[in-house]
């Protein structure tokens, strides 16, 4: 393989490792700053910054005693969940009838659908706070917040459910039909089973745009912090390396759903793959 690339290019060895230092360099610069928040998460000293005055875990011993970042924390997880759930729901109910619907002009419903992903987090939080004050004449609260995070997080959970119910084979739900299934076992038996990659994949999408929120959600919440407001309101007295560790806890947190995620998914695989075997096995 290596002498037939360089028949055809003489430099084609130059090019591979230009192209392979230009990939590290990419993923050293996506993933340096994540590994100096987690080393910057044991410095013995109160100063967020270089050189590090030593080797410390106490920083992570001292976040179960700090309740107003853990109330910050409770509050953030409790914005997401309901932020997932909600915009998993609707996003998905909303991705059938623009796929499956004889709708005119798809592709512009389709824009129109997802406009708050391309506008502004500042005028969406704007919009939502005149709504919520001055027409609906509720105050700034976590429920607004969560009102406003789900209007983010939808279009995203729209779009990966509705790619993934283009990619789906139709044919399989006439041969259900065929069979004597009706409309809901069609769905619950034939379709969810199908598109629940895309489902999962835009509740794991929406779970990490509310974690991550502020701007919007810094119009709206009125007297309560979520864990992003909190760090920037301490920004002015200087964040500890107890925010660095907090940060670290959370990115393990994070990995454990995915891979938790990724081995429920390979289960229900393996147990679809076991009860095909044995219902062939039966048939036999």
């Known amino acids: 393989m ?7 290019n003489p430099r084609a060895r130059l090019f591979r490792t230009i192209l392979t ?7 050293i610069f996506l993933f340096a700053p994540i590994a100096v928040l987690i080393l910057l998460s044991f410095n013995s000293s109160p100063v967020v910054g ?6 410390t875990t ?8 700090d309740r107003v970042i853990l109330e910050a924390l409770t509050q953030s997880l409790v914005v997401a969940f309901w932020v997932t759930l909600l915009a998993t729901f609707i996003g998905t109910t909303a991705a059938f009838p623009l796929v499956r619907a004889n709708i005119k002009n798809r592709g512009g419903v389709r824009v129109f659908i997802t406009l708050p992903i391309m506008m502004p987090g500042l005028l969406i939080g704007v919009s939502i706070l005149v709504l919520a004050s001055n027409v609906l004449h509720i105050q700034p609260s976590l429920p607004v917040a969560i009102i406003g995070q789900t209007v983010l997080a939808a279009p995203f959970v729209i779009l990966v459910v509705s790619s993934r119910l283009e990619a789906l084979d139709r044919n399989l739900e006439r041969a259900a039909a065929d069979l004597g299934a009706g409309p809901v076992q069609r769905l619950v038996f034939v379709v969810l089973p199908l598109v629940y990659p895309g489902i999962v994949a835009g509740a794991l999408i929406a779970l990490t745009l509310s974690l991550d929120e502020f701007v919007v959600t810094n119009f709206i919440i009125g007297s309560d912090q979520t864990l992003p407001i909190y760090i920037y309101s301490q920004l002015k007295f200087g964040i500890t390396p107890e925010v660095n560790a907090l940060a670290t806890l959370m990115l393990l947190g994070t990995l454990a759903v995915c891979a938790a995620t990724f081995l429920a998914l390979r289960l229900i695989k ?4 076991a009860t095909k075997k044995r219902k062939q096995l039966e048939a036999v």
């Open 2 to 8: 290596a002498d037939d690339l360089r028949a055809v």
């Open 21 to 27: 230092v230009y990939g590290v360099g990419i993923y």
């Open 50 to 55: 270089f050189p590090m005055a030593g080797f």
């Open 58 to 65: 106490d920083w992570y011993a001292r976040l179960p005693k």
């Open 270 to 273: 393996v147990l679809a793959l």
